[in-house]
């Protein structure tokens, strides 16, 4: 990712629509499917996902990125490291859950090396939380500068994590709702650049929230069969 995304992104993470609407997603796929034990941020960016765990939890965060580092640290956050996700300097069966949200995707990251490395590092039983980009039909110049490899269907991120040795617990789609708007601005060309750079005003916030809340309702009801995004819950039950 280009350094000057990081900056945008921590300026954007806390109140932006999107970001909240998956840290609740994140927050809810725990309840769901607890953990027991410390929690490793695989690619924790500048911090916003661990913002989804209660004050006191035990958890560390890496990141190859000094500047997501040095975001994570201005918020207080501690057992930070930099590092690659796909060769992490943990011990074998070191956590109970690992969390990475939209890591997988990177042209840095190769997918099956990094799951292999999260199931090393996990407990048997433990718990990992992905979250990824959905069709490459999608793909958009905001890809292009958060250096985007790959984007994923249900049946690739399935075959991924039962290559690594999980079990699929959970895995839904969500942004299921605005993908016709955000399909068709995306296929029609739509603005270059950062998606982060456009200024949205804190109504068009407060009504796509809303939009994501009448979803999420769904979600509890089934997984959703399309979406902008995806999400799975996966376990090491060995």
Known sequence: MRPDEY???????????????????VREGMGRYPFEGPLLDAGCGTGGGLTVLDDGALA???DRAPEALDACKARGLPRLTRGDVTALPYRDDTFGAVMSMDVLYHRRVEPGRALAEYRRVLRSGGVVYL???????????????????RRF??????????????????????NMLLLPAIAAARLLGGAGGSDL???????????????????RGLMKLAPLPCGVSIFAVARKMF
């Open 7 to 25: 900056t945008r992104m921590r300026a954007a993470e806390d109140t932006h629509w999107w970001y909240a609407a998956l840290r609740v997603v």
């Open 60 to 62: 560390y965060g890496i």
């Open 197 to 215: 750079e456009r200024s949205t005003p804190a109504w068009v916030h407060a009504v796509l929230g809303g939009v994501m809340a009448v979803e």
């Open 153 to 174: 269907t249900r049946e690739q991120v399935r075959g991924l994590l039962a290559d690594a040795g999980f079990e699929v617990a959970w895995l839904s789609h969500w």
């Open 131 to 149: 979250n990824l980009p959905a069709y490459e039909w999608l793909r958009s110049a905001h890809d292009t500068v958060i250096e985007t490899e």
